[in-house]
């Protein structure tokens, strides 16, 4: 079964609004990490955030995550229409054997 | 920046062909790592290896073989390919134990006829 299950499935928004995804998992995590797909491209590492962080920020991108109920959220801010894209949520177990497990992925479509 | 080169992005292929996908990448990553992606399933982890001539089964390997004889490059082997091998392969390098990001290639899409 699917570690990471993201949350909505699709998301469709307007340039310049912010977009939020969310991603829930099973297990004790060593980290999470989020990861952006083109269409028929391979995904691009975006941000990582560890098990005793809280929030990361990159850019603009905002990253949550509360261990306690298993899930992470995802906020892209003023969003663009080249943010177009399925975004991953992967999980690292405590194990640590490079085990990453992928979630179904969200997609995001911004409208210019 | 981190160059993973996948040897192909589409192949057509028939039932029971050897089929053998390439991976390169040009950053001396300790690990490399074998995906297949599938809609409504997101990736599912085939191999890994973490050394020269190391491997581990991921979730999904059967039906598939690897190889890692040098230390840029991870090949995928179908033996006998099959339709349910239709699939979305990516590879990806990540540097080290200590340093978790994946890079990824940019895909083979194989269709098995």
């Known amino acids: 079964s699917q570690q990471g299950e993201e949350d909505p499935q699709a998301l469709s928004i307007q340039e310049g609004e912010n977009a939020t995804m969310n991603c829930s998992y099973k297990?004790?995590?060593?980290?999470l990490q989020w990861y952006r797909q083109n269409s028929g491209r391979g995904l691009v590492h975006l941000i990582l955030?560890?098990?005793?962080?809280r929030e990361k920020h990159s850019g603009r991108l905002r990253v949550t995550l509360d261990t306690s109920k298993k899930s992470s959220s995802l906020l892209i801010t003023a969003s663009r229409a080249a943010d177009t894209a399925s975004y991953f949520c992967?999980?690292?177990?405590?194990?640590?054997?490079?085990?990453?497990?992928f979630g179904t992925g969200t997609r995001l479509k911004v409208l210019a | 920046d981190v160059k993973v080169t996948q040897s192909s992005r589409y192949l057509v292929k028939r039932t029971g062909e050897k089929v053998f996908l390439e991976c390169v990448q040009d950053m001396d990553h300790e690990n490399m790592f074998w995906y297949r992606q599938d809609p409504g399933l997101g990736l599912r982890l085939i191999y890994f290896s973490y050394d020269v001539k190391m491997k581990e089964k991921g979730d999904i390997p059967e039906g598939y073989s690897v190889s890692r004889e040098k230390k840029e490059r991870f090949s995928l082997i179908l033996e006998s390919a099959s339709t349910n091998q239709t699939s979305m392969y990516l590879c990806?390098?990540?540097?080290?134990?200590?340093?978790?990001?994946?890079?990824f290639g940019e895909g083979s899409r194989l269709t098995v006829l």
């Open positions: 992967a999980t690292e177990n405590t194990s640590g054997t490079y085990k990453y497990i």
């Open positions: 990806a390098s990540s540097p080290d134990m200590r340093r978790k990001e994946l890079f």
């Open positions: 297990t004790s995590i060593n980290n």
């Open positions: 955030i560890r098990s005793n962080e």
